[in-house]
């Protein structure tokens, strides 16, 4: 390549809101649930319907933008885009062009070269369409209206970004404060967050924009990084030919490797907005932005850098805890409770996120109580419990919530450290395994790994095994 | 006996059927048995609901006996305008697209007047969506007038108004977004009147102009309308355009008594184009208001001429967007043959609207496209704000401003439709008011020389409806008389 090429990109990206009702009426944003059995007139756009604004979506709009740095549209208006397409049952779409609810913010992210601002541009309220199903075998589309008229925020960037990796860390800090908001759950595989990307290249040194292409169908960061690799590639190639790069939308295949560009109906579109007559102009008083921005938790940023003075636990640990507000709130919660950081932050870095993902669960869908993890630590430090025992204990609480205290009592958990009891049951697998004795006497150290398992299982499980294996050499 | 139970107002049927002198099924077959003899000469229903009404009479009157439905209306028989919705009845805006549309649930109007005891008689006649300005444009067919059968009833209420004076109901709900109650009324020699843009509620009326629409009743007399208003009105949570009105007891302002009351008369209204007969009537029944002791003076309103272009940008801007929703997918009308999905769009909306409605779907896309937003369409909402201005500053003079309905009477069948910038021209007195979202009323004040009724347009300032029915009450009062066809 004889010359060097910048990669300019912007992105477009659409966030379901974790809202137990939809933008404009009370139906159900419950995933899943049979086709159109949560629909109402209104988001089914029957003649006569009209839509009402979900108070919850503006606050997590507004919240989402004062976290991001916004300037706060007081006065702003929702339009509609017009356009005929079977998943948008009035066949036009309630957003927001004239007057978006946020502007002019930025996301702060690491790069190789230190900090970089990537600037926002504006965010946006709207609603998402209906599904379309193809039917191959009967070459029918069936469309379900369930997810027509869950609330949306779109957040656009300026297009700052110049690599695949400023991208993914844009992604990811927007994903962390929305999630830390808990505006939504930012699941790119199962689209309560989706990314467009748009991409154009230049010159080094050029000011000039290039032509951009929009890519979509980007279903994970992975999909992404590949998208803006193969997209400069191709860009770079049509204009080393003389070819020029046109002006499209192309769909994104990860398995192929490759884009397609979308029919091109899209780009001659004329959306005709104009200001939505049956909702009123939106308001924000300075009481509201004082309310909200009174809520906003403490961000990751912040959280990591008071955990390295507060607590005295490795970098490493920070940054798991702090991944999701959710984990990072029952560190706290517990350590207010027991102390012993490290002891709190073994059990959710390792126990914890091993049994969400053997249960394909998520950290907001964690059952159990600070107050009963703590009785958990409080068991193992009076010895009353051992290692084993503790992890089986601890389980059982994942799943139920269970009092650890009570589950140990019911089930007769407690290690046995009556010395007495022990050495009746050591003599007994002494007397029980002359031959392990004797190659133990005879030098054999591993031994004496098998007599402490006999005792153990002799004793279920219920002694100290450090114990035990003090008290075996002495006996023997 | 049916006949004389036909000359009732609607309050004074509802008396008698508290009182036991008359019953819900008797009224209702008073009724039906003059859409039987009437109906096919005027054709001012698309639906009657025989069956479903003698049921609800029945059941009604069973309440009313029981003394558990003391409602203001109870067991008097209504027809409802056919673009608000009504639960398991056919409703079709006059228009082929939804022939064959049964709405799953009710307007918010139409749920207060049966909760009022009203009985159901069925589904009026219009312009197609509301959309034209003498019942032409149905797709079903057009509505006599019945006073001279030769003449339109006027629109797009016209099925409703012609309805009222047929005594095929005692009263009925229109729908008026630039004169579509207030003008059949004038025509048809009823009352009618279009409420303050918020008070009553949109929920279930299929929206033309989303900023322009109300309903209102058409009516006998000005207390009927009252009584009407009082019931339709008030602030529903599923209409966010819709206002919390603080008083709405619209009987208590029945009172005839105009004193000091400050009529201004817009001298634009009376210029060129209005008919010398219409403009007598008019100004006789000012002198009529002052000689019951209101102050009655001319004054110069401006903008007139601008309201119609502003009126007819915005209601078509937004009706275009209004109308997307029916297209052949989900309920109504959908072409036979087609292959593919945008072509399917293309036939099922060209075979299923009318000229008029794709006329204005195309003029409403057009001044929303890209390039002339601005000129036309921004221009127009902010022409509205300037009447509106003008209307304010008129108030802070005058109580009441009035002025005809129209600058005719009604118009021959068959001629209006030839020349569609003719007609809009028709629009002129009423349309302001919406654009301006007041509350007007329209009642009779006099007849031409072919025994056609003409109408006297009162307009109130917003949320002001009290002041315009003591005004009305007191003309219609002093006025006497005015007869049936």
Not at chain 1, 200 to 216: C, H, I, N, Y
Not at chain 1, 358 to 375: Q, V
Request: aromatic share 8%; charged share 25%.
């Amino acid at each position: 390549m004889s010359k060097q090429y910048e990669t300019v990109i912007g992105l477009e990206v659409h966030v379901e809101l974790a809202t137990k009702t939809k933008i404009f009426c009370g139906c159900s944003t419950q995933f899943g649930g049979e086709p159109n059995s949560h629909t109402c007139p209104v988001c089914i756009g029957m003649p006569g319907s009209l839509p009402v604004l979900n108070k919850q979506v503006l606050e997590h709009a507004i919240a989402v933008g004062l976290a991001t740095n916004c300037d706060i549209t007081r006065y702003s208006k929702f339009d509609r885009k017009n356009y005929f397409y079977p998943d948008n049952p009035q066949n036009y779409q309630i957003s927001q062009l004239y007057l978006p609810i946020c502007r002019n913010g930025y996301v702060e992210i690491e790069t190789e070269d230190g900090k970089k601002k990537i600037g926002i541009h504006e965010i946006h309220m709207e609603e998402d369409a209906g599904k379309l199903i193809h039917d191959e075998w009967e070459d029918t589309t069936l469309v379900d209206y369930n997810r027509s008229g869950v609330p949306l925020i779109e957040i656009v960037s300026e297009p700052d970004m110049r690599s695949a990796d400023e991208v993914i860390a844009y992604l990811e800090k927007l994903r962390m404060i929305i999630q830390y908001l808990g505006a939504s759950d930012c699941k790119l595989q199962e689209g309560s967050m989706r990314a467009d990307v748009n991409l154009s290249v230049r010159e080094q040194g050029a000011e000039a924009f290039g032509t951009r292409t929009e890519m979509k169908n980007l279903n994970s960061f992975r999909a992404i990084q590949h998208a803006i690799e193969g997209e400069r590639e191709r860009q770079i190639d049509l204009l080393e030919e003389g070819k020029a790069v046109v002006q499209e939308t192309r769909r994104w295949d990860d398995t192929k490797g490759c884009s397609y560009a979308m029919r091109s109906k899209e780009d001659a579109q004329d959306y005709r907005y104009f200001p939505d007559p049956d909702l009123t102009p939106i308001v924000v008083s300075e009481e509201m932005l004082a309310e909200i921005r009174g809520r906003q938790p403490e961000f990751r940023t912040e959280k990591m850098a008071r955990y390295k003075e507060e607590y005295d636990i490795p970098d490493y640990d920070i940054q798991i805890l702090t991944e999701t507000k959710h984990m990072a709130d029952l560190f706290e919660q517990t350590v207010a409770i027991c102390g012993q950081p490290k002891k709190v932050s073994n059990w959710l870095m390792v126990e914890t996120l091993r049994l969400l993902k053997d249960r394909n669960m998520d950290p907001e869908d964690i059952r159990f109580s600070p107050e009963h993890l703590a009785g958990l630590i409080a068991l193992t430090d009076q010895k009353a419990i051992n290692s084993t025992v503790a992890k089986e204990v601890f389980e059982a609480m994942f799943d139920t919530d269970v009092d650890p205290v009570q589950y140990v009592e019911e089930h007769g958990l407690k290690t046995v450290n009556d010395t007495g009891a022990l050495k009746q049951t050591i003599e007994q697998v002494i007397a029980q395994n002359p031959q392990s004795v004797e190659d133990y006497r005879n030098g054999k150290e591993k031994a004496i790994g098998f007599l402490v398992g006999q005792t153990m299982k002799a004793m279920k499980g219920k002694a100290d095994p450090a114990t035990v294996n003090q008290m075996l050499k002495e006996l023997l | 006996m049916k006949k004389e139970i036909l000359q009732y107002t609607a309050l004074e049927l509802a008396a008698k059927i508290k009182a036991g002198e008359v019953t819900a099924p008797e009224a209702l077959e008073a009724v039906l048995a003059q859409i039987e003899e009437k109906e096919k000469e005027y054709h001012c229903y698309v639906t009657v609901d025989a069956e479903g009404a003698r049921a609800r009479a029945k059941e009604v009157q069973a309440q009313i006996e029981a003394g558990t439905l003391t409602g203001p209306f109870a067991g008097v028989p209504v027809a409802i305008k056919d673009n608000m919705n009504t639960q398991g009845i056919l409703t079709t805006c006059s228009s082929k697209i939804l022939g064959n549309f049964i709405p799953t649930f009710s307007a918010e109007a139409v749920k207060k007047l049966e909760e009022a005891g009203a009985v159901l008689i069925g589904k009026t006649n219009m312009d197609e969506f509301a959309m034209g300005s003498t019942t032409e444009t149905s797709a079903y067919g057009v509505t006599k007038n019945p006073w001279n059968t030769a003449h339109v009833p006027g629109g797009s209420s016209g099925g409703s108004a012609a309805a009222v004076a047929a005594d095929e109901c005692f009263f009925a709900l229109g729908s008026d977004t630039g004169g579509s109650i207030r003008q059949p009324a004038s025509f048809c020699g009823v009352v009618g009147m279009k409420p303050t843009y918020g008070t009553v509620s949109r929920y279930g009326l299929i929206a033309y102009g989303s900023s322009l629409d109300q309903i209102g009743p058409l009516c006998k007399n000005v207390s009927d309308c009252a009584a009407v208003l009082e019931v339709i009105a008030g602030h529903d949570p599923k209409d966010s355009t819709s206002v919390e009105v603080e008083n709405t007891r619209y009987t208590e302002s029945l009172v005839d008594d105009v004193k000091g009351l400050k009529i201004g008369i817009p001298r634009d209204y009376f210029g060129e184009g209005l008919d010398p007969q219409v403009k007598d009537a008019v100004l006789q029944a000012a002198q009529v208001l002052r000689a019951k002791g209101a102050i009655v003076e001319e004054f110069d309103l401006s903008l007139v001429k601008y309201a119609i272009p502003c009126y007819y940008t915005i209601a078509a801007a937004e009706a275009s967007s209004n109308l997307e929703r029916f297209d052949g997918i989900k309920y109504g009308y959908r072409t036979k043959d087609y292959e593919g999905l945008h072509p399917m769009y293309k036939k099922s909306r060209s075979e299923g609207f009318g000229a008029e409605v794709k006329r204005r779907i195309m003029l409403g896309s057009f001044v929303l496209s890209s390039g002339y937003y601005d000129a036309y369409y921004l221009k127009a909402l902010k022409v509205k704000a300037l009447i509106k201005k003008a209307f304010d500053e008129a108030f802070a003079k005058y109580d009441v401003i009035l002025g005809p309905v129209a600058p005719t009477t009604a118009p021959e069948l068959g001629k209006s439709l030839a020349d569609p910038i003719q007609m809009y021209l028709g629009d002129i007195y009423t349309i302001s008011v919406n654009l301006a979202g007041l509350p007007g009323i329209s009642v009779p004040c006099g007849k031409d020389e072919k025994g056609l009724p003409i109408g006297l347009q009162l307009i109130g300032d917003c949320f002001k409806e009290h002041t315009l029915i003591r005004a009305a009450y007191t003309y219609e009062q002093a006025r006497g008389e005015f007869g049936t066809p």
